[in-house]
C-alpha cells in the first residue's frame, strides 16, 4: 500500500518562509503524478499545487503563484513545497497526494493521501 507521509509546517509570521516534504513509500514513485491540497478550517479541501511524474510539468493555484515552488527528487521518492511571503491566508492543513494517471485540480483526480501538516501565519 503506498504511504505518503507530511513534514515540514509549523507556526511562523506573515512573510516568512516554510519548506513542506512529502515522503513515499510502498510504489513506484516515479510512477505517480503528485500535488499538495490545503484545507482550512470550515472550507473545502483547496488545489495548491501539482507536478508530473518525472517532474517536466507543474502547475501552481493563481494565490500562490510568485510565492510557492514545487518540486519532486524520484532518487529518494520525495516531493517538496517551498513557501516563500507567507500569509495569515495560507493558514490550513496541507496534505500531499498521488496518483498514476497525470492528475487535475479536484481531490477526486488522486488516490492517495497524506495525513497532512498544519501551516499556522501570524498576522
Known amino acids: 500500500q503506498v504511504q505518503l507521509v507530511e513534514s515540514g509546517g509549523g507556526l511562523v509570521q506573515a512573510g516568512a518562509s516554510l519548506r513542506l516534504s512529502c515522503a513515499a513509500s510502498?510504489?513506484?514513485?516515479?510512477?505517480?503524478?503528485m500535488a499538495w491540497f490545503r484545507q482550512a478550517p470550515g472550507k473545502e479541501r483547496e488545489f495548491v499545487a501539482r507536478i508530473s511524474h518525472a517532474g517536466g510539468l507543474s502547475g501552481l493555484t493563481d494565490s500562490v503563484k510568485g510565492r510557492f515552488t514545487i518540486s519532486r527528487n524520484n532518487a529518494n521518492n520525495t516531493m517538496s513545497l517551498q513557501m516563500n511571503s507567507l500569509k495569515p491566508e495560507d493558514t490550513a492543513i496541507y496534505y500531499c497526494?498521488?496518483?498514476?494517471?497525470?492528475?487535475?485540480?479536484?481531490?477526486?483526480?488522486?488516490?492517495?493521501w497524506g495525513q497532512g501538516t498544519q501551516v499556522t501565519v501570524s498576522s
Open positions: 497526494a498521488a496518483d498514476t494517471q497525470y492528475g487535475g485540480r479536484r481531490p477526486s483526480d488522486y488516490g492517495y
Open positions: 510502498g510504489g513506484t514513485f516515479s510512477s505517480f503524478a
